[in-house]
């Protein structure tokens, strides 16, 4: 069984659309990220979740909204995609106390055409 | 706030070379550092992490020690293999729930 998993692995689509990407953990963890990573190889954290309350927003646009049905899930919606949205998507997730280790999926690779 | 200083690579190396990636950080207290590896079309893995001061962490070969003299988590391997080549990110955890990624350094390893 995957720990983090994250659906779909890659998404191509037109700039303005709006689309989503979900991301589910069966490893009990209370903590679920979605991070960025640009095409250096550059990782960025976007948004922090602990059982499903908001606890880290960075500096994103608000076409970025992250959506927490349960602790299991974090979900990312974009709306109007633009060309710089164009990246690897990466959930991941922790078990919610201090300076521990994540837990990363596989990553969704977006192209935005 | 907080950062991670890598080098930025690409590092090529032959086979059985030794090798060194340079990490250092900037934080308040005391965080935890770590070393995350990403192989070519995956997520992020952990590789290693110490928790305190003069902690050393090792896994499959690689080590880094905690220096909290010279704010460095350096990390090491006596000899490289080709399956080792990936991207090796240096990170820290300096408070709840906020963890903080270096720009990640490229291994590649030749035969």
């Known amino acids: 069984d995957t720990a983090v998993s994250q659906t779909p692995k890659y998404l191509v689509t037109q700039m303005g659309n709006d689309k989503s990407i979900k991301c589910e953990q069966n490893?009990?963890?209370?903590?679920m990220y979605w991070y960025k990573q640009d095409s250096k190889k550059f990782l960025k954290i976007m948004f922090s979740?602990?059982?499903?309350?908001?606890?880290i927003n960075e500096t994103v646009p608000n076409r970025f909204s992250p959506k927490s049905p349960d602790k299991a899930h974090l979900n990312l919606h974009i709306n109007s995609l633009e060309l710089g949205d164009s990246a690897v998507y990466f959930c991941?997730?922790?078990?919610?106390?201090?300076?521990?280790?994540?837990?990363f999926g596989s990553g969704t690779q977006l192209s935005v055409l | 706030g907080d950062s991670v200083t890598q080098m930025e690579g690409p590092v090529t190396l032959s086979e059985e070379a030794f090798l060194t990636i340079n990490c250092t950080y900037t934080?308040?207290?005391?965080?935890?550092l770590f070393w995350y590896v990403q192989y070519p079309g995956e997520g992020l893995q952990l590789l290693l992490k110490a928790t305190k001061a003069d902690d050393k962490g090792s896994n499959k070969g690689f080590e880094a020690t905690y220096r909290k003299e010279t704010t460095s988590f350096h990390l090491e391997k006596g000899s490289v293999q080709v399956s080792d080549s990936a991207v090796y990110f240096c990170a820290l955890s300096g408070g709840y729930q906020k963890v903080t990624f270096g720009i990640g350094t490229k291994l590649q390893v030749i035969p």
């Open positions: 991941a997730s922790s078990p919610g106390t201090e300076n521990e280790k994540l837990f």
């Open positions: 934080a308040t207290g005391y965080p935890s």
């Open positions: 490893l009990g963890h209370d903590t």
């Open positions: 979740y602990n059982n499903k309350e908001l606890i």
